[in-house]
């Protein structure tokens, strides 16, 4: 999310307050969640510009991928440009998915539709011309988006993607446990769980153990990428 965090908490601030913020007539092409009769859930890391620390939770990474954990990342253009091995190393996990989110990570609504579309665009021409990588799914960055930001992406061919569950990870007044509670007051069929995989997630690791380990299984609930659980109508998609 833009340098996305400047400041975690105000990102988390803006991210909680995305329900009343965003404009109602664009919300059908908005996707949120999955089908509330899918008992899968998907696991999604923004992979927004960080000014200081490495800009990437190396220790969450190799969890997923060990435990086999399908899990949808959103990854901006800027942080690509200074995590090339990062990127190609995801690209090559087949239980892993890549989206994108945005070029700089602008306040995408304070910019004009020209503006919004190089901004949306930048990542997604990276990851094909770069990677071989064609994108389909794109998160903005904060969340913020207006008219001009559906309409882009939909021209663009893009799948608009937000969430209907925000972790908190980036605020550093969360403990790991408040964190886990609220995500087990909000966890169901078809959810969309945000979280950071750029270092900015203080306990996201523990947070997706718990999840992993505890939550889903006892819940009978699946993680699944974000296309998998779009396609998921009252079963498991394998």
């Not at 690509?80 to 091995?85: I, L």
């Not at 995500?183 to 306990?203: D, F, P």
Request: proline share 7%; glycine share 8%; aromatic share 8%.
């Amino acid at each position: 999310m833009r340098p996305r965090y400047s400041s975690g908490i105000l990102c988390l601030a803006l991210t909680m307050l995305l329900g009343s913020a965003t404009p109602p007539f664009t919300q059908a092409q908005v996707i949120k969640s999955g089908a509330s009769s899918c008992p899968g859930v998907a696991l999604t890391f923004d992979l927004c510009p960080v000014r200081r620390g490495a800009g990437y939770d190396q220790a969450l990474i190799d969890y997923l991928i060990e435990q086999k954990i399908p899990a949808t990342f959103f990854m901006s253009g800027t942080w690509m440009t200074k995590h090339d091995e990062q990127v190609k190393a995801l690209l090559q996990i087949p239980f892993f998915e890549v989206g994108t989110h945005g070029e700089v990570h602008a306040h995408l609504p304070l910019h004009s539709a020209d503006e919004q579309k190089q901004e949306i665009l930048g990542p997604v021409r990276l990851l094909k011309t770069k990677y071989g990588h064609d994108a389909t799914l794109f998160r903005p960055p904060y969340g913020e988006f207006n008219d001009d930001t559906v309409n882009v992406a939909r021209a663009l061919g893009l799948q608009f993607i937000l969430w209907n569950v925000e972790s908190g990870d980036p605020d550093p007044m969360l403990t790991a446990k408040r964190i886990e509670d609220r995500l087990k007051q909000l966890v169901r069929k078809g959810s969309v769980i945000v979280m950071h995989a750029n270092g900015k997630g203080r306990h996201t690791y523990e947070v997706v153990q718990d999840l992993h380990q505890h939550l889903l299984p006892e819940r009978n609930l699946t993680p699944m990428t974000m296309s998998d659980l779009l396609i998921c109508n009252g079963q498991a998609v394998p």
